[in-house]
């Protein structure tokens, strides 16, 4: 089963930005929708972005509506989170991941099924 990989976590202030990536070696998002969640330790996952398979849907969740930028590249490779004005209760660690392309490439932040190792973003003043 193809694995994802995600990078572009680091150690940021206040009002910054970073931007993260997640790659499939040897595979492609062609098919599918992709996702971003963030996990903070003893706290439920939270789905923050999607993308949908065409790349023209997107979705995102109060909490970083406004301030991050899902995006996926036209070889569909790679799908980006662009984070800007990161606040401290944005630490925690990012994972992406992927799930079959849904109807009239759409996409909703439930249901994948193949996750990423994560990256840690940290947002201290």
């Known amino acids: 089963q193809s694995r994802l990989v995600a990078s572009g976590g680091g150690l940021v202030q206040p009002g910054e930005s970073l931007s993260l990536s997640c790659t499939t070696p040897?595979?492609?998002?062609?098919?599918?929708?992709v996702a971003w969640f963030r996990q903070i330790p003893g706290k439920e996952r939270e789905g923050i972005a999607c993308?949908?398979?065409?790349?023209?849907?997107?979705q995102y969740a109060d909490s970083v509506k406004g301030r991050f930028t899902i995006a996926r590249n036209l070889a569909k490779t790679t799908v980006y989170l662009q984070m800007t004005d990161l606040k401290p209760e944005d630490t925690a660690t990012y994972l992406c991941?992927?799930?079959?392309?849904?109807?009239?490439?759409?996409?909703?932040?439930?249901?994948?099924?193949?996750w990423g190792q994560g990256t840690q973003v940290s947002v201290i003043s």
């Open positions: 991941a992927r799930r079959q392309a849904q109807i009239s490439s759409t996409c909703t932040l439930d249901r994948y099924t193949t």
């Open positions: 040897g595979d492609s998002f062609r098919s599918y929708t």
């Open positions: 993308v949908g398979s065409t790349g023209e849907y997107k």
